[in-house]
Each structure stands twice: as C-alpha cells, then as structure tokens.
C-alpha cells in the first residue's frame, strides 16, 4: 500500500532535504541531522556528508521481500562541547540499536507533518576516524534472530507447532469411532488410511505408559498417539491398555509447561488391510486360477475386479488349485488375525453318475492351517450357488458378491509358523468325494475372490519371559522418535475469538502474533481483502527449532502472498486480488527514463508439478497434480519438458488446479501461473512527480498516457504491480511488473 503522502508533496516540483531521526534510551526521544540545517519542532544539524539509497524490493515468484540496509557518512562536528562520536557512544546517551526513522522535508517545512516517513530502521554498528563517523542502520525486523518452537520439557524435548484442521484415524468409542467392520461400506476409516495427522515426539516411557507432547494448547477430544505402521502406509490409533484395544487417550493432560497424550508400551493397534503380493498359483483340473492382482487392487473394498478361479472338468477326488500371496509385514505379533472374503460363485455338476455328495471347498491354509471355511455341496446334475459356512452351516448365496466372515482366528498359527510375516496366505479350492459315496460327473463353473480384508490386532511382546525378548521389545520404543496425533492445531492467540486457524494466512498471521513484539493490537494493512481472498487450507507443523524467518516465508510462498513492514513501519499484506484497482494512474509527465522489456524466457515455467499435503511420516508427500499453461506454450513455442519446475509445499492442503482457473486466488497453480505462467511487460522509470512519491512496493499502477507503446500492445486493459523502489536525494527510481 502507498505510503501516507503529505499534501505538501502536490506540488509539480519540491526542495529536498533529508531528516534523521537517530533515537536513544527508550526511543521517546531523538538527536536529529540533515542535509543541511533545519527546524522541525527541534533542530536538525546538517551534518550527512554522503546521498543514501533505500532499495525495496518484493519478488512475486518466491513471495519474499527486502529492504536494504542505510550507511550514513557523518561530519564528526562538535556536539554539546565534543565530538559528536562520543555522543553516540560512551556518553549518557545510547543509540545502538534504537531506531532510526528517514523523512523526506520538503520545501523547508516546520512540521513534522508535513514530511514523508520513508524508513525504519535501527542503528547497527557505528566507526569513526578524526573527521567522520560512518554509521550502519539495518532495516531491523521484529523476526530477526527469532526461533520457534521455544517451549520444551526438562529433557530439552520441544512440544511441536502445529496449525490446521487435523482429523484421526477412528478409534473405538467416541464421536469418531469406527469399528474395525468388514462390509460393503468399509473404506478409509475401516483401513486407518488418514493422513491428516502431525507427529509429536514421545518423551518418556513410565512404568507400562508412554508419554507424547502434543503442544502447549488444549485437544479436549481427538488427541490420541497413533503408530505409523510402515508396510500398510497407515497410522493405526494406539490403545491406552495392554489388553483392550478399545480403551484410547481422547484429550491430552498437562505435562510440565504444555501438552501430552499417552498410549501403552505395548503398541497394541488395530488394522484392517490388504494383501501386498500374488507369489504362487497351482492350478490341477478342473481348477484354473487367473493370473492377476485383483483380489486385493484398490486401497479400500473393491467389487469391481476380481481374480477368477474357473470350473472346467471331471471331478476327481483330492483335486485342487491354490493361489498364494505374501501379506504386509506388521509390527508386532498378532492377538488377532483374521481373514475374510469377499466372492462370488456358482456351479454346474453335469453327466452325474452314481450317488453321494460332491464338496468344492474353500481352505484357508494360511500360516501352516488347514482351515475348511465354506463349501458348495452337489448331490446330482444341477447347478448352486449356495456357499455354506463350515463353522455355523449358515448359507450365502453367492449368485451376486457376498462378504464373507471366515470366523477362523489365525493367531495361534500364526505363532506356530516358522516365518511369522513371512508365511504368506495361500487359499484353495478343492474336490471333496462327501461321505463315502461314488458320486461322479463333470463340474463347470467360476469362484471369484473380489477382496481380501486382513484383520489384524497387533502389539510387542512385554510377557516374553527371556530377559532377550524383554529387552528388544524395550528397545523397539525406546528407538521410536515420534507417534502421531489427529488432534487439531492452535487457535489464534486471541485476534480473532481465538477460534481454529485452517487456512495459511490467518497462521502466518498468528504466529507474528504469538512469536514477536507484533502483537495482536496490530492489524496488518490489507487484512481484510486478503483474509477473504485466501482460503488455504493447511496443515504445518514445527518439531525443532526453527528460522521464525524462514518460517513466514515458506508460509508465503505456500499461500501466495507477501508480508512486510513498509518504511512507516506499518505491517502490510501483498498479494495479487482477483479484481485490481489502481493505487496510482501514471502519465508521461510524470515519468524519465523510461525502458520496457519482457520477463526472460528462462523465468517463464508453463508446466509445474506440485506436490502438496505432506506426508506426516515419511520424507514426502500424499498429493501431487501438474499445472499446465497449454496456451502459453503454444505462444511461446515451448516443447515438451522445456519451461518447467517442481515445487514442494509442506502447509497447503487445498488442491491446485491443473491448468488457469478463472479467478487468480482460486488456488495455488492458478495464482503462481498468473505470474511465471507467460510473458510479461516490466517497466523501469524515474518517478519525478513528488505527488507519487508516496508510490510504494506492491502498489498496483494504470498507465496512462505514455511516450510509447508496450511493444506492439496497449496500456489499456493492462494492471501493474510495483516490485522495486529505490529512494535517493531528489530522486525516486521504481520497476513496475505486468500482472
């Protein structure tokens, strides 16, 4: 936004001088210098011997901005009888790092008022010789030298930042308690597939209990650890129990200075999934297996493939065909481990001769069973599809899918198997001659295996009574870093209600609240349009100390936007609005100097692959989209591959487009492809118009009447941002960039 510009300055032409503010003690009060000598309600002396510049710049692609920083050459004169260089320092005064504001004094004005503020800065270091003084002044930013998280245990283990709209995976018994169900319904809550959970570090084990910081704020729900089980990509809500997996840690506790949730050292976690591998097929008429994945692609309950075992041949006695697959290595081992089908099936006994009963059983010998678990029956020419269950004798038809509970429990085989994980499953079909008849025939028909669930609770081994098995079970927690929690992040720290913070901006803005002298009685400029404007979602954490700096600017760059203090030391939003409207109209009078060039070829990226929502476990990420500007590349000639560039984006969650929408701030590709996306005009002049010398980095400026033409285009219809401002002794030189 402009800076606030005096009326003094609408004058076609002004006299210039320059007035330092040099503020000591605590900054209520100033020694002053100039140019030359003055009076603004206290004199200045005119003592700066060299011009300064002040450079602002902001950069649209890296959503960044700089101010530089202002050396001042001083005449060492004579001050309250010595030298001024003992005024600044040793004397009663202090100035080092106190602040130092610049105006601009025109026409010899008196007031103060009638001057433009155009920098804030703090006094760095100060040199002298006999003559001079040299006096560094830093554009000094409340987030220098800043780190966040600060608040840590006894240990030194920090409690983690956290912001966003976090959700867990579902436990048992409470508002988002989803039992481990096997159904047509079951789908991410039944697989534990979220991942819109942050890490926490564990910082003790005590007695039986484990102990993970989630924070220094209250989750009075949604709080409890969960286990990143590797092999699945799942994080499965940890039990508070050793024994019931139902019982979890819903609200976090206060533990020292913050927050923490607890589980027990055991681990004991429930899934449901999938096998991982199809390793074997055995195939002996009348049986012939399908070579395919389909009995478990998908990451939840698909009945729209399937793996087919086909019917075709005389029965004979004992004759059987297999498949086997490897299934997920888990951690820890079972106390439940069950398999269920879902399938369909029918068939056709023909040309029967003699009497009995002919059985096509299903097995199950997984891990070394031997487990019949259903079984069509076939006493004469005719065909079925009733499935009988061994266990109870209950009948599904199976002419259309069915969901099929073995009711077999593999734990005990499980560990009795010499492999463990690393069993695998393996399911047959087989003939069976049924209660001594000689019933015979020819058998046509398909059985069909739509989905495999694996139901399985696991945990460590705490009972192993060797002292081995107790203590790898103790070093396995002992090397874990981090479990994980669905609890939502911070609310604002009282600038807004302290409700839930769930997009980039409105975090970006409470952590300059929360972490810096910028407290919420602030306002940045621009808030409201932009708060509006930005509904990124996000969801970011902190688990280290980290650059505050670095920090704000990645949360720029992930929510398309700029932050700074302007030379007013006013905290200021910048971004791109979906409907501009100028600050400023320019004309040829008030322009010198004027050049036009076009954004280089090499900063243009048509094609930008985006990766987003980051994976709280691993070293990556869960969504990736391409963004691509076709048009421009038509335009420009741009050939596949070329003009292109990846981004990482560890706090937005909200899906970029792939390719422009409509409206700039609709989402993430679509506002960076409005600045990199194709060729732009940029514009560098000399401003000589004091009534514009208000004109300040992201300003957006109309071209009016103008020299020249922008190439073989039209001013009209074009809107301009400024990106560069650089203020000098009767001077003010800007570059303004096509938006």
Request: charged letters at 20%; aromatic letters at 12%; glycine letters at 8%.
């Amino acid at each position: 936004m402009a800076l606030t510009l005096p009326a003094s300055f609408n004058n076609h032409s002004i006299k210039q001088n320059w007035l330092f503010q040099l503020h000591y003690d605590d900054e209520s009060s100033f020694t002053g210098l100039s140019f030359y000598d003055t009076t603004v309600s206290q004199d200045y002396y005119g003592s700066i011997t060299n011009k300064p510049s002040i450079r602002e710049k902001i950069d649209l692609i890296n959503s960044k901005s700089s101010t530089s920083n202002v050396s001042l050459t001083v005449a060492n004169f004579k001050y309250l009888a010595d030298d001024f260089s003992a005024e600044l320092y040793g004397g009663t005064r202090k100035y080092i790092n106190r602040i130092v504001k610049i105006y601009i004094q025109p026409n010899d004005a008196s007031s103060l008022s009638d001057c433009l503020l155009i920098y804030t800065g703090k006094l760095k270091s100060i040199s002298h010789n006999i003559d001079t003084i040299n006096l560094d002044i830093e554009a000094k930013r409340v987030w220098d030298g800043v780190e966040i998280p600060t608040v840590k245990t006894a240990k030194n283990n920090y409690y983690p930042i956290a912001y966003g709209d976090y959700r867990p995976n579902a436990k048992y018994n409470n508002t988002n308690s989803t039992s481990i169900d096997f159904n047509s319904s079951a789908g991410i809550d039944e697989y534990r597939k979220r991942k819109t959970l942050y890490p926490i570090p564990i910082e003790e084990r005590r007695g039986d209990t484990v102990f993970a910081l989630t924070g220094d704020w209250t989750q009075s729900d949604r709080s409890w650890s969960h286990y990143y089980e590797k092999s699945l990509d799942s994080f499965l809500p940890l039990a508070n129990s050793s024994t019931d997996v139902t019982v979890n840690d819903a609200a976090n506790e206060t533990y020292e200075d913050g927050k923490a949730t607890r589980f027990n050292q055991n681990l004991l976690k429930s899934s449901m999934n999938k096998m991982a591998e199809l390793t074997e097929i055995t195939n002996q008429s009348p049986f012939t297996w399908a070579n395919n994945n389909n009995a478990f692609d998908g990451d939840y309950i698909n009945t729209s493939t399937f793996t087919q075992c086909s019917i075709s041949g005389a029965f004979g006695d004992n004759k059987r065909g297999f498949v086997k697959y490897n299934m997920p290595q888990l951690t820890g081992y079972p106390s439940k481990l069950q398999v269920h089908f879902v399938i369909s099936g029918s068939i056709t006994l023909s040309s029967a001769s003699g009497s009995g009963e002919i059985r096509v059983q299903l097995l199950d010998k997984s891990f070394g069973a031997d487990d019949v678990v259903g079984y069509y029956s076939l006493t004469g020419n005719g065909a079925t599809t009733t499935f009988v269950r061994t266990s109870d004798s209950q009948n599904f038809d199976t002419s259309s899918t069915v969901f099929f509970d073995t009711q077999v429990d593999h734990d005990a085989e499980w560990l009795a198997s010499g492999s463990g994980w690393g069993e695998g499953l393996q399911f047959n079909l087989k003939c069976v001659q049924h209660g001594g008849g000689n019933l015979a025939g020819t058998l046509e028909g398909n059985f069909r295996i739509y989905d495999v669930a694996i139901q399985a609770d696991t945990q460590l081994d705490f009972t192993e009574t060797t002292k081995t098995g107790k203590l790898t079970a103790s070093k396995f927690i002992d090397d874990i870093e981090y479990v994980y929690t669905g609890g939502d992040g911070l609310p604002d720290n009282g600038w807004n209600s302290s409700s839930a913070i769930t997009t980039i901006i409105a975090a970006h803005r409470d952590i300059l609240h929360r972490n810096t002298s910028y407290t919420n009685s602030n306002t940045p400029t621009n808030w409201s349009a932009i708060n509006s404007a930005k509904d990124w979602a996000i969801r970011y954490w902190i688990n280290e100390p980290k650059n505050l700096k670095d920090v704000l600017e990645e949360l720029q760059f992930n929510g398309g936007f700029i932050f700074r203090f302007n030379g007013q030391n006013q905290g200021e939003y910048i971004f791109i609005p979906d409907s501009i409207s100028a600050d400023h109209t320019i004309n040829t009078d008030d322009l010198e100097n004027i050049n036009l060039s076009l954004t280089s070829m090499n900063d243009i990226k048509t094609t930008i692959d985006i990766e987003y929502e980051k994976h709280p476990a691993r070293n990556g990420y869960v969504s990736k989209v391409t963004g691509n500007n076709s048009t421009a590349e038509t335009n420009l000639l741009i050939g596949t591959n070329e003009n292109s560039k990846t981004v990482r984006l560890n706090a937005l969650v909200s899906a970029p487009a792939t390719s422009p929408s409509s409206n700039v701030n609709d989402d993430w590709y679509t506002y960076y492809n409005g600045i990199i996306g194709d060729q732009k005009v940029l514009v560098s002049a000399t401003v000589v118009a004091p009534s514009l010398y208000g004109i300040d980095v992201g300003d957006f400026v109309e071209f009016g009447t103008m020299p020249v033409d922008p190439f073989g285009e039209s001013w009209s219809g074009k809107d301009f941002i400024v990106t560069s401002v650089s203020r000098q002794f009767g001077k003010l030189q800007c570059e303004f960039r096509e938006v």
